[in-house]
């Protein structure tokens, strides 16, 4: 028997052991006049197998109840089943789905408005495109390697949204097959396009990348998701995602060069995702990428923190100076109040 709020599916074998009550008939007997074991008797009074056409020609001999009738009872019994089944995962779903920031991804045009619970249910389904919402848990569909600042219940969910939309967006790109030594190769390239405004330097890293299999994908930020950017494997590709609106451009580059790292080092695709020791090391191979550690080092001993040397400093690596003002800024070196008029802030149409 399986039930929800509004739906109990009896199995026949419900009715099957009423008229062997009926007739005082065991169910040792029943199965000798029904040619088949106790066993399988069993099973099928208790709805674990499925009451076949031939069953029911053989419940006809035996019990004299046509066969059109037990075949109708399996076929109501199967249809509730799976109603019953939809209701009870409908109602698991409809609380999993409370937790999605449903009205800001509507306002995003990623899914269709609506106030109804139940089309949000369905709506988030095809959107993940998963039977159940439940399903979401698996490894074998979620798998990112991302970098956020605070991790809660619903920025998980709101991280599995964004990086749906990722995913979605980056099939319509096109990129040659995954090469992590041309990645290596073209990352000098990339970093030199720190000095340039977003208009010349977004077509070129998505060029470059494409050309290593990786489909970047800039898209608007997602309220409680707490992300900068994510990296995972889809089909044949690697998909870089980013937060790009109102960015600091040392933010912008710095989570950038983090999710390279990610796919340098093979952190992406793990079936547990990344660690707290991956995040780490992306991290330190970002910041050792974008500004070569000892020149840094011997900048930093210097102590001379003022514009000018800064901008020198900058020129000198090629890169922007906001990148340099946001590293001394993490270091300790400055203040986070000092040296924001070097940092250029992006808007990066998504």
């Known amino acids: ?67 059109k009738f037990w075949n109708n009872l399996e076929a ?28 800001e ?6 899914i269709p408005v609506t106030r109804d619970t139940k089309e949000k249910v369905i709506n988030l389904r095809k959107y993940f495109e998963v039977v159940e919402l439940s399903l979401l848990g698996s490894e074998q569909i979620t798998r990112i390697a991302c970098r956020r600042l605070a991790i809660t219940e619903k920025s998980d969910l709101a991280l599995m949204a964004w990086t749906q939309e990722a995913k979605i967006k980056a099939r319509d790109i096109q990129t040659a097959p995954i090469n992590i030594k041309g990645l290596i190769s073209t990352m000098q390239d990339i970093r030199k396009m720190t000095v340039l405004k977003p208009k010349d330097f977004c077509p070129q890293v998505k060029e470059h990348l494409a050309d290593c299999g990786i489909a970047l994908v800039f898209l608007p930020h997602l309220k409680g998701s707490f992300l900068q950017g994510a990296s995972f494997m ?18 912008f580059w710095f989570s950038l060069f983090h999710e390279l790292a990610h796919i340098v080092l093979g952190h992406v695709g793990q079936p547990n995702g990344t660690s707290e020791d991956d995040e780490k090391t992306a991290d330190k191979w970002a910041g050792d990428t974008l500004i070569l550690s000892e020149d840094f080092d011997v900048f930093k001993r210097k102590k001379d923190y003022t514009k000018k040397s800064v901008l020198q400093f900058a020129k000198a690596q090629g890169i922007a100076p906001g990148i340099v003002v946001g590293r001394m800024q993490l270091e300790g070196m400055i203040e986070y109040s000092m040296l924001n008029d070097l940092k250029e802030k992006y808007e990066i149409a998504v």
């Open 1 to 67: 028997m399986v039930r929800s709020s509004n739906i109990i599916a009896t199995p026949p074998g419900a009715t099957i052991k009423e008229q062997l009550n009926y007739r005082g008939m065991s169910q040792k007997e029943f199965a000798a006049r029904m040619d088949m074991s106790e066993k399988h008797i069993s099973k099928l009074i208790n709805g674990e197998v499925q009451l076949t056409a031939e069953t029911a020609i053989r419940l006809e001999m035996v019990l004299g109840i046509p066969a």
């Open 76 to 103: 109501i019994y199967r249809e509730k089943i799976i109603k019953a089944e939809a209701e009870n995962a409908m109602d698991a779903d409809v609380e999993i789905a409370k937790q999605f920031p449903y009205s």
């Open 105 to 110: 991804m509507a306002n995003f045009g990623w």
């Open 234 to 251: 889809d089909g044949n590709k690697i998909v870089v995602g980013l937060t790009a609106r109102g960015r600091d451009a040392d933010k």
